[in-house]
């Protein structure tokens, strides 16, 4: 049997237009990551799942609402590293002892800029070379007050709690968004999060590949049925259109009769031409538009 284990990072989704961001600043780091919806995340899940740390997204909800998404209380129990992003903090000083309120004047769309408390942070390491750093918020609520154990790191003009973390649980909670451009320097973020947490960086997505069909080969009672054949395959894709002329034209040259079935009444041979025209009218579409943009 094949050994294919990798160290995993499970990100929560809360629903944030972001989120897959967040996979892919991961991904680049060599990490293997996976999101999954809050309300697939239960107890038996994390159990199953055992992942090495957890990122919190960030979401539209707020905290307060009636069947605001939650994630379980065990995952706080894990003793794995969690990072919350935007709503992601404010779900973690919420479940936590903290405090949110609604925005009254202190919602931030956009560009905003961060500056270092006294206190430094490992998950800040390669931040604030000046004086302060760009970040992109997206909040209307605000954490009002962290949960024990916290403290701050960062703050904004409209965010006093822009950074907050309780190392000794290696808990850190940001109202920002580390995974877009807009953060320039967000990457560095995720980089010493996932070095915080312990993680090799041993995953790829070409390894993934071959990883993935050497399991599949390793499933003997696929094997003893035959479903997975071990000489090599040559695999061709065609569309629905192109198989029923295909099939068609076999029919005909081997002198049988084409399968009772609509899309093989007519004329074969008019139905290959067409298909053969809208080729041709494809080609010359593209042909025309690979000239105008030369022309531009």
Not at 110 to 131: K, N
Not at 220 to 225: D, I, P, V
Not at 276 to 281: F, L, M, P
Request: charged share 25%; with cysteine; hydrophobic share 40%.
């Amino acid at each position: 049997m094949t050994d294919i284990s990798h160290d995993r990072l499970l990100i929560i989704d809360f629903g944030s237009q972001v989120t897959q961001l967040i996979g892919r600043r991961l991904r680049e780091l060599n990490v293997f990551c996976e999101i999954h919806p809050f309300n697939t995340v239960d107890d038996a899940f994390l159990k199953d799942f055992a992942p090495k740390a957890v990122i919190l997204s960030g979401g539209p909800s707020s905290v307060f609402a009636e069947g605001a998404p939650m994630p379980p209380q065990s995952v706080f129990e894990l003793g794995v590293p969690i990072l919350g992003i935007c709503y992601g903090q404010q779900v973690m000083m919420h479940c936590l002892g903290g405090k949110v309120e609604r925005g009254h004047g202190t919602a931030e769309f956009g560009r905003a800029y961060v500056t270092p408390s006294e206190a430094r942070l490992e998950l800040l390491e390669g931040w604030f070379l000046t004086e302060k750093e760009q970040v992109w918020m997206s909040h209307g609520d605000h954490v009002s007050a962290i949960a024990p154990g916290f403290e701050v790191y960062g703050t904004s003009p409209h965010a006093p709690f822009a950074v907050t973390g309780d190392v000794s649980r290696n808990f850190y909670a940001v109202q920002f968004h580390p995974e877009v451009h807009h953060t320039p320097n967000g990457a560095r973020l995720y980089e010493n999060f996932v070095r915080l947490a312990g993680f090799k960086g041993d995953w790829t997505m070409s390894a993934y590949r071959d990883e993935a069909i050497a399991a599949i080969r390793d499933r003997s009672h696929w094997n003893s049925a035959n479903i997975v054949p071990k000489d090599p395959v040559t695999l061709g894709l065609c569309s629905q259109r192109e198989l029923d002329a295909i099939v068609a034209k076999a029919a005909k040259k081997a002198g049988i009769k084409a399968p009772e079935d609509s899309r093989f009444e007519g004329d074969r041979e008019a139905l290959l031409e067409e298909l053969r025209a809208e080729r041709s009218a494809a080609a010359e579409a593209r042909a025309a538009e690979d000239h105008s943009d030369d022309e531009a």
